[in-house]
């Protein structure tokens, strides 16, 4: 007899269940190996990237499994907010999705479709050729799949604030994510996600995401702006990311360990 299998909890589900805002960091290595570094780590859950990182279904697979083992709560990043790729990252195995650069309610509640079967939605159907069923060793996956999978969406434009709390109220929608520096750029504001204007846009997004019910949370890779973001209400938060963390610690050992102006070949011979 097959092994019958429960799925874990969705990141929506542990956002409900939580008495704290969750913490996490991205992952856009590509690598399973940070990936599985990452979910050690004692934060609550790990965005794998599919927008702005080196990653097809074949890495965030690699990933996925990687961070099976341990207790966090893996989120992926689609490139963008089609129907098919989410079919393809859904049958994957990903039951937390996240969906960049939403504008307005309507989109939200076509994404709403695309992660939901027919009768609520168009997701195409293909359990048990899927990882997402574990090929149909969970019980009951297609009639209970809608509870399987949670949606955040991404606000991440002046436009999008203004229309958060339509965005937040729409039914499935299951949290959302605001991006400080796409929406610094729609602001005329490029590269800087921290400037005063932005962070009230951030602010005024977290308030409208309340109004509606629906948890909501920022990327904030600086720790005072974490911290301001959470004390206005943020149910959770992304703190660093690999590649970041990775450029600046190497950038670290560099001015402890090379004199100012040294060469490559001479910061002193290594002795093995």
Same mark, same amino acid.
């Given at each position: 007899m097959?092994?019958?299998l429960?799925? /874990? *909890?969705t990141f929506?589900?542990?956002?409900?269940?939580?008495?704290?805002p969750?913490? +996490?960091?991205w992952?856009c290595s590509?690598?399973?190996?940070m990936?599985?570094?990452?979910?050690? #780590?004692?934060?609550d859950w790990v965005?794998?990237?599919?927008? =702005?990182? /080196?990653?097809?279904l074949? #890495?965030? $697979?690699?990933q996925?499994?990687a961070?099976s083992?341990? /207790?966090?709560?893996?989120v992926?990043r689609?490139?963008f +907010?089609?129907?098919?790729?989410?079919k393809?990252?859904l049958?994957?195995?990903a039951?937390?999705? $996240?969906?960049?650069?939403? *504008?307005?309610a309507?989109?939200?509640r !076509? @994404?709403v479709?695309a992660?939901?079967y027919?009768?609520?939605?168009?997701?195409g159907?293909?359990a048990?050729l899927a990882r997402?069923?574990?090929?149909?060793?969970?019980p009951?996956?297609?009639?209970?799949?809608s #509870?399987?999978?949670?949606?955040?969406?991404q606000?991440?434009s002046?436009?999008a604030?203004?229309a958060?709390? &339509?965005i937040?109220a729409?039914?499935?929608?299951?949290?959302v994510f605001?991006?400080p520096?796409?929406l610094?750029?729609s602001?005329?504001?490029?590269?800087?996600?921290g =400037?005063?204007d932005?962070?009230?846009?951030?602010i005024?997004a @977290?308030?409208a995401?309340a109004?509606a019910?629906t948890?909501?949370g920022?990327?904030?890779?600086v720790? &005072? !702006? %974490? *911290?301001?973001y959470?004390a206005?209400?943020?149910?959770f938060?992304?703190?660093?990311?690999?590649?970041?963390?990775?450029?600046? %610690?190497?950038e670290?050992?560099a001015?402890?360990f090379?004199?100012p102006?040294a060469g490559?070949? !001479?910061?002193?011979a290594? #002795?093995?």
């Amino acid at each position: 007899m097959p092994v019958r299998l429960t799925l /874990p *909890d969705t990141f929506a589900a542990r956002l409900a269940a939580a008495d704290r805002p969750l913490v +996490g960091m991205w992952v856009c290595s590509g690598s399973p190996i940070m990936a599985e570094v990452a979910a050690g #780590s004692g934060l609550d859950w790990v965005l794998i990237d599919a927008e =702005h990182s /080196p990653n097809g279904l074949e #890495s965030i $697979l690699a990933q996925l499994y990687a961070v099976s083992a341990y /207790p966090v709560a893996p989120v992926v990043r689609v490139p963008f +907010g089609d129907a098919v790729v989410i079919k393809q990252v859904l049958d994957l195995g990903a039951q937390n999705l $996240l969906v960049p650069m939403v *504008d307005s309610a309507e989109q939200a509640r !076509e @994404l709403v479709r695309a992660v939901r079967y027919p009768g609520a939605g168009i997701r195409g159907v293909g359990a048990s050729l899927a990882r997402s069923s574990r090929w149909n060793r969970v019980p009951g996956y297609l009639a209970g799949a809608s #509870s399987a999978v949670s949606l955040t969406v991404q606000i991440e434009s002046a436009a999008a604030v203004e229309a958060a709390e &339509e965005i937040a109220a729409v039914d499935g929608v299951d949290a959302v994510f605001i991006g400080p520096a796409d929406l610094a750029a729609s602001m005329g504001l490029l590269g800087q996600p921290g =400037h005063p204007d932005v962070s009230a846009a951030v602010i005024r997004a @977290l308030e409208a995401a309340a109004r509606a019910g629906t948890p909501a949370g920022v990327n904030a890779f600086v720790p &005072e !702006e %974490a *911290d301001r973001y959470l004390a206005a209400g943020a149910a959770f938060v992304a703190v660093g990311a690999d590649v970041a963390i990775v450029a600046r %610690a190497s950038e670290a050992l560099a001015d402890r360990f090379i004199a100012p102006g040294a060469g490559a070949g !001479e910061a002193g011979a290594a #002795s093995y």
